[in-house]
């Protein structure tokens, strides 16, 4: 049987699977980007609790994917529960390291100048920090979603379905078709999805800043 034919005869399985893998990226990337803003936000006003925060949420990164899912399955038991929950942690780190840095690395000349026309705090903060901040902040979430899609395949191993699942199943009968099944669409989403991110991270980067870049 070929891949293709493969494919046609399994096909609802790999669509569903396909959903789900998207679901669970989708949600996790999500749950970073609620949490990772505002505490990078308020991380860049209390510079002294950035180092150790940031090397607390780094050690997260640190730990290899089955141990995580391993704590979120005693935890939540089988299924997307403690798979989003792990997926989430790992979400946070890019993601709140690029929020941190693109606030902090906002010239200071363009703080003044709008203190000096009387912007209050929220203001500099919504107006000129964020808007300049935006393209770091949106790279951290282009390398967030491309690392879980990735990490997502593992979600299989403890009931939460994606593409990991027909990974998996290769894997335990020697059967390649399941393998490629679940890792070409897997990679194909990765590569989609740092494409659309780049592009909007272009696209929200102010033309002066482009100019400097090049």
Request: with cysteine; aromatic share 8%.
């Amino acid at each position: 049987m070929t891949i293709t034919q493969f494919v046609t005869k399994n096909w609802v399985y790999i669509r569903d699977s396909l959903v789900r893998h998207l679901e669970l990226v989708v949600i996790a990337v999500l749950i970073g980007i609620v949490i990772s803003i505002p505490l990078g936000i308020l991380l860049s006003r209390n510079k002294k609790l950035a180092a150790p925060v940031l090397a607390a949420v780094g050690v997260i990164q640190t730990i290899p994917g089955l141990v995580m899912l391993g704590f979120a399955l005693l935890l939540f038991g089988i299924g997307m529960k403690p798979a989003i929950f792990a997926l989430s942690l790992y979400a946070i780190l890019p993601i709140l390291r690029n929020t941190y840095v693109g606030i902090t690395g906002v010239d200071a000349g363009c703080i003044e100048a709008g203190r000096g026309i009387g912007m209050t705090g929220s203001q500099v903060l919504f107006m000129l920090e964020l808007p300049l901040a935006l393209p770091s902040i949106v790279s951290g979430i282009r390398i967030s979603t491309v690392y879980i899609v990735s990490w997502a395949t593992l979600a299989g191993l403890i009931g939460a379905g994606g593409l990991g699942d027909l990974i998996w199943t290769g894997l335990s009968n020697y059967n390649t078709q399941y393998i490629l099944a679940g890792a070409i669409p897997s990679a194909v989403m990765a590569f989609l999805f740092s494409g659309l991110i780049g592009l909007a991270q272009r696209a929200l980067t102010p033309r002066g800043l482009r100019r400097v870049k090049q």
